[in-house]
């Protein structure tokens, strides 16, 4: 999910270069917007690069739309720590979810 014209044609040529484009499924938009609307278990794989301070807020929905076994990554989870705490103790405390901080 990206809602920039210009990420979505860089990304669209990063998968393209990869070989992966026909397993990665983009959406242009607004990321808590998009999620909301989202069937449950939409997602095996999320990858995390937004406003940090909105991912608490975002957090049942990323948790309705994974999959179980599914994969949630996020981005400056070592740089930003102390911007994320408050994210990370919410999927910490869930026990449904298993994290790991990989610098």
Known sequence: MERSDYKI?????????SGLSSTITQIQGDA???LADMK???FDFLFLDSERSEYPRMWPDL?????????LVMDNATSHAAELASFMAL???DIEFTTSLVP
Not at 9 to 17: D, I, K, Q, T
Not at 63 to 71: F, I, K
């Open 63 to 71: 948790e309705r739309v994974l999959q179980p076994g599914g994969l």
């Open 9 to 17: 044609g860089l990304a669209s040529a990063n998968f393209a270069h």
């Open 32 to 34: 808590g917007s998009v």
């Open 91 to 93: 999927v910490k405390a």
């Open 40 to 42: 449950a278990a939409a």
